[in-house]
Nanobody, 124 residues
Framework: QVQLVESGGGLVRPGGSLRLSCAASGIIFSIETMAWFRQAPGKQREMVAEITADNRAYYEDFVKGRFTISRDNAKNTTYLQMNTLKPDDTAVYYC??????????????????WGQGTQVTVSS
């Protein structure tokens, strides 16, 4: 079964940095877009950054210049390097990927997959 597993969240001071990782596991044929979303208490989930299969990266305005998304296709992994963190960055961060994989019923085609979420807290 295809799964996304996230790691790297934690507590950091304002101005600090964190690097989130998200690794896809299972029988995977290809991965198209990979992305990071976040959701703070009382707010809707919002996109943070995404990266295409050919390594084109896109960012929302509130993280441009501070965050960097990347991917390692050999490891089926995406990373989110977060620098100059602000208290407003505090949220649960979720990994997303469009994955062509195989599951219980065989070839599943491209489907949406989500990680379990990892907590990022920015506080002094």
């Amino acid at each position: 079964q295809v799964q996304l597993v996230e790691s790297g969240g934690g507590l950091v001071r304002p101005g600090g940095s964190l690097r989130l990782s998200c690794a896809a596991s299972g029988i995977i044929f290809s991965i198209e877009t990979m992305a990071w979303f976040r959701q703070a208490p009382g707010k809707q989930r919002e996109m943070v950054a995404e990266i295409t299969a050919d390594n084109r990266a896109y960012y929302e305005d509130f993280v441009k210049g501070r965050f960097t998304i990347s991917r390692d296709n050999a490891k089926n992994t995406t990373y989110l390097q977060m620098n100059t963190l602000k208290p407003d960055d505090t949220a649960v961060y979720y990994c997303y990927a469009e994955i062509h994989g195989s599951g219980t019923y065989g070839d599943q085609g491209f489907q949406d997959y989500w990680g379990q979420g990892t907590q990022v807290t920015v506080s002094s």
